[in-house]
């Protein structure tokens, strides 16, 4: 599920932040809004790696790790093009430490919305991933269905609020990538959704 951007989206958006200055110079044609939904992504994908390096010790159930499996080699690529986007432009990169990430980068804040006291969308609470490190079995595949479709949905809320914000997403790249995580993470929520039917637990409602 590695993301190589080969084929392109269609660029609705054509005008860029890139106009002339006075002194003849264009400005940067990216925002500090996609700095941070950037920056705030990475933290966002790295509770989803925490969450997956759970499965092998909780679960022999064969949907459940190839769907981990799937989770944590397509975010692990993103991860990593997202800090070398933020390198490249000379930007602050966030330290990645799976087993800590939600202390920290979880409380970032994020383009049209005040998250200071309140955790990124989606993102689970140092007590709700100590319930999911506690569970197995049946009950882990639940729990695990249920939290990761939450996650999920956080980040369509994320790209929903990064093309909402004013001159944002304009950035070729970041347009691409904000575009393929909407439409990866919705199929995965349909995926997560038809594995919590075949356990008789019904998921979160889908997004249109």
Not at 29 to 34: E, F, G, L, R, V
Not at 45 to 63: F, N
Not at 177 to 186: G, I, K, L, N
Request: proline content about 3%; hydrophobic content about 40%; aromatic content about 4%.
């Amino acid at each position: 599920m590695k993301r190589k951007f080969k084929q392109p989206v269609v660029l609705l958006v054509t005008t860029f932040i890139g106009v002339a200055t006075a002194s003849g110079q264009q400005r940067p044609i990216y925002t500090a809004a996609d700095v941070r939904f950037m920056q705030g992504m990475i933290g966002h994908h790295a509770q989803a790696l925490t969450m997956t390096a759970l499965i092998p010790e909780r679960t022999t159930r064969q949907g459940i790790r190839v769907l981990g499996q799937r989770i944590e080699v397509s975010q692990k690529d993103e991860i990593r093009m997202m800090q070398q986007w933020l390198r490249e432009r000379h930007q602050d990169v966030p330290a990645i430490d799976t087993q800590h990430e939600h202390h920290a980068a979880a409380h970032m804040n994020m383009p049209g919305m005040s998250m200071s006291d309140t955790l990124m969308p989606g993102m689970l609470t140092a007590e709700q991933l100590a319930d999911l490190a506690k569970a197995h079995g049946d009950e882990f595949d639940r729990l695990f269905l249920k939290d990761m479709i939450r996650h999920h949905e956080g980040a369509l809320v994320m790209v929903a609020n990064l093309l909402g914000t004013t001159a944002s997403g304009q950035e070729p790249e970041v347009f691409r990538f904000a575009s393929e995580v909407d439409t990866d993470q919705r199929a995965e929520i349909e995926r997560m959704n038809a594995l919590l039917e075949t356990l008789g637990a019904s998921g979160a409602a889908s997004h249109r």
